[in-house]
T-cell receptor, first 110, second 112 residues
Framework: QKEVEQNSGPLSVPEGAIASLNCTYSDRGSQSFFWYRQYSGKSPELIMFIYSNGDKEDGRFTAQLNKASQYVSLLIRDSQPSDSATYLCAVNDNNNDMRFGAGTRLTVKP | ETGVTQSPTHLIKTRGQQVTLRCSSQSGHNTVSWYQQALGQGPQFIFQYYREEENGRGNFPPRFSGLQFPNYSSELNVNALELDDSALYLC???????????FGPGTRLTVT
């Protein structure tokens, strides 16, 4: 069974702090990795994707991938109250089967 | 906004009935994937269509079926509805299979 695991949270950080979200996956054949943000009652919104080991930065967001450890993370710098949402980690293998974690609920307190 | 649209927004059906949900992919995207998201859980992969052919399927029974049309829009059909089918149904489109996917707003299905 291919699994994607996330800490369900809630994760609470003060405004301006760095939020760190973590995800592990079981399938070593996984090729591509995604972070989605989902506000309550809305659909997931793609915020980052990463295909190679290392870091990828986009604005306040940094995705980190370590395939040897089967670990992917998302860092949010200068967290804002508008970042409060559920963050979903998704992993895609060559079988076109995108698997999602259950999500981590993030709260940024003013 | 992603450019992916879904209809209807909400739907209420009775157990045993059949339902069809629709999705229009973002311009230029030839791949559509469907997901079921129960409350408090991550989306679960139902199946994917690539250039009108099913291109992968998750652990869902055959009463979940789909189509993709030449314009790459897609339908999800669910027969013999069960109470546990109540969920948010999400459609996502991508440039091609394996690339990043962009979600539509979803269809909230309630089965009573």
């Amino acid at each position: 069974q291919k699994e994607v695991e996330q800490n369900s949270g809630p994760l609470s950080v003060p405004e301006g702090a760095i939020a760190s979200l973590n995800c592990t996956y079981s399938d070593r054949g996984s090729q591509s990795f995604f972070w989605y943000r989902q506000y309550s009652g809305k659909s997931p919104e793609l915020i980052m994707f990463i295909y190679s080991n290392g870091d990828k930065e986009d604005g306040r967001f940094t995705a980190q991938l370590n395939k040897a450890s089967q670990y992917v993370s998302l860092l949010i710098r200068d967290s804002q109250p508008s970042d409060s949402a559920t963050y979903l980690c998704a992993v895609n293998d060559n079988n076109n089967d995108m698997r999602f974690g259950a999500g981590t609920r993030l709260t940024v307190k003013p | 906004e992603t450019g992916v649209t879904q209809s209807p927004t909400h739907l209420i059906k009775t157990r045993g009935q059949q339902v069809t949900l629709r999705c229009s992919s973002q311009s230029g995207h030839n791949t559509v994937s469907w997901y079921q998201q129960a409350l408090g859980q991550g989306p679960q992969f139902i199946f994917q269509y690539y250039r009108e052919e099913e291109n992968g399927r998750g652990n869902f029974p055959p009463r979940f079926s789909g189509l993709q049309f030449p314009n790459y829009s897609s339908e999800l059909n669910v027969n013999a509805l069960e109470l546990d089918d109540s969920a948010l149904y999400l459609c996502a489109s991508s440039w091609t299979s394996g690339n990043e996917q962009y979600f539509g707003p979803g269809t909230r299905l309630t089965v009573t």
